[in-house]
Each structure stands twice: as C-alpha cells, then as structure tokens.
C-alpha cells in the first residue's frame, strides 16, 4: 500500500533546541572523543565534591573542637590504636580527615582558581579589545607592557605581585585578605595571553563589513567592541580560560607550597601537599599522596579537557 499524496507531503516533526544542540557538530565531536568525557566526567566529579564538601565531609577539619591530637598519623583504613576510630584517607599530624581536608581545601583552590582566570580574562579582553580596536600609542604601550611581563615566569610576576599586595595590606587583616590577594596576583600575571589573542583577532574583526556599518550609522567605538567585536573573539578566550584554570590552580598550589599562599588556616591542595611532603621520608605517606594525587587529576583533567574544546572550535580541524 502506497502512501497517499497527503502523506507523502507531512511535515516531519520539529527538533527542540535540546534535540538540535545533542546533534550539533560540537556535541558530536564530544560523543566520540573518550578522552573529553572521561576528562569531563571528572572535572565534574571533583567540582560538585568540592561545592559539596560541608556534605560529604565526615568531619570539619578547619573546626579546632572536633580535632583530636591522639588521631594524628593515622594510616587509611586502620583503627587508631588510641581513640579505636578510623579515617578513609587517614589523617596529618594534627588528627584531621585527610579525606576532609582534600574537599574543603579543594574548594579554596577551585575558587582561587575560577576567579584568578575571571580577573585575567576581563583584563586581557578589554586591554587587547582597545589594543587592536584603537591602535597608536594605545596599542603599542599595552602590547609593550604584555611584552615585558612576558620575559618573566608567570609565578615570578605572582610572587612580586602578591608580597608588595600582602605588604601594603594592614597586619591585623593579612589572614583574611590573603585568598584575595592571591586572587589578584594570579589574575594580572594571566592577562597577557587574553590580550595578545584578542588584539590579533581585534585587527582583523575591525575592518569587515558589519563594524564598518556600525560606524557609519553612529555607533560608538565602546560599543562596537563590545557588541560588535567581542562576540566574535571569545572562541579562542574559552580555550585561553579553559587552559588558563589549570595553571592558575597549579600556581596557587605552588605559590602556597612555598609558604606564600593560602593561610594555614584556611589550607588549599598546595598546603596540604607542604605539610605532607615534611612526613614523606617518615612512613606518612598518605598525607602527600592523596592531596597531590586529587591535584594531579583536577589539573590533568581540566587540561586535557582544554586540549579538545581547542580543537573541537577550531575550523580548521573539522
């Protein structure tokens, strides 16, 4: 039996928005790259672990009243030979849940992290936005400025930054402001790599067709870089931040591992991982191994996470 002429000419049915962004050429290319999804999957993981710390964290390790010294040194899954309890991960020298402090203190290098990549990428888009919109001399000493701060290490430029910001900060509120100060020194040691890749694309967006039309019908330059120009620049900015989160909780891991960080009293994966490292040599293996083993696979992830979304927006790999 043939389908009559009606039939034939049914309209098929409509995708929704859901429908057509799992079958789009971005979630494709996501499907079946294993690497990104396991990435994905744990980065995921980590991060929902992390914002959910005071729920899944047996114990408070920041809370001086639910600590016992007699619970220090306490191997994984052993009974203390004191108190008869035991810890997942085990426990520092202090008696605190390893595995408690791997949550809370990874939520202070996820923020650490989120917002030191915020403050460079607002900084590096405007500053690259207004290098290559306005050019002269604008140009020319930002780009220069981006030029210096490049023949430093990014941890050198942190370093500096962060002891002449904790130097001018009041002694009484050194603790409490030292999160933010170690925001601020990571984000203006980030911002170049921003600048540099939205200048370039800036120089080439500004002379099409549609910023063209924008200035002949009044637009200001202010608003045609932000809603003409910046648009079409944040493609590679989402890769930069995406890579850029990796190094900046590598950064702040290293900047608290040498003792210039985080506060003791409010430790990141950088200073659990100095505290550790003074008990490797002593058969404490744990209190290293765990919170280096929670960075290695936060960053690893977040990277190789990056190194896909680089090429899943790149033109050229399609």
Not at 190 to 216: H, I, M, P, S
Request: aromatic share 10%; glycine share 8%.
């Amino acid at each position: 039996m043939t389908d009559t002429p009606l039939e034939q000419a049914a309209p098929k049915p409509q995708m929704t928005k859901m429908q057509r962004w799992w079958d789009s050429d971005f979630m494709y290319s996501f499907r079946h790259a294993p690497v990104a999804v396991v990435s994905f999957v744990v980065v995921v993981l980590l991060v929902m672990a992390a914002v959910c710390a005071p729920l899944l964290a047996p114990y408070d390790p920041f809370n001086p009243a639910t600590l016992n010294l007699m619970n220090g040194f306490t191997p994984p899954g052993e009974a203390n030979a004191f108190t008869g309890e035991s810890f997942l991960l085990g426990t520092d020298d202090q008696g605190r849940d390893v595995f408690s402090t791997i949550l809370y203190g990874m939520r202070i290098s996820l923020f650490v992290g989120f917002s030191a990549v915020l403050l460079a990428m607002v900084l590096g888009v405007f500053l690259g936005l207004v290098a290559g919109y306005v050019g002269g001399w604008t140009e020319t000493i930002i780009m220069r400025v981006a030029d210096v701060q490049l023949t430093f290490p990014a941890i050198l430029v942190a370093m500096l930054i962060f002891g002449i910001a904790k130097g001018i900060t009041p002694a009484e509120y050194r603790d409490q402001m030292a999160i933010w100060v170690l925001i601020l020194a990571i984000g203006l040691s980030d911002w170049v790599q921003f600048a540099r890749v939205v200048r370039g694309t800036t120089l080439v967006e500004k002379n099409k067709e549609y910023v063209q039309a924008a200035k002949l019908i009044g637009r200001s330059p202010l608003a045609i870089m932000l809603k003409h120009i910046l648009p079409n620049v944040l493609s590679p900015v989402l890769v930069i931040a995406t890579i850029s989160l990796a190094l900046a909780i590598i950064a702040e891991a290293t900047l608290s591992f040498l003792g210039v960080g985080a506060p003791p009293t409010k430790p990141s994966l950088g200073t659990l991982i100095r505290i550790g490292q003074e008990f490797m040599f002593s058969g404490e293996w744990w209190i290293l191994l765990f919170p280096a083993g929670t960075l290695l696979a936060l960053a690893l992830s977040i990277n190789l996470l990056g190194d896909w979304l680089r090429d899943a927006l790149n033109p050229r790999m399609r």
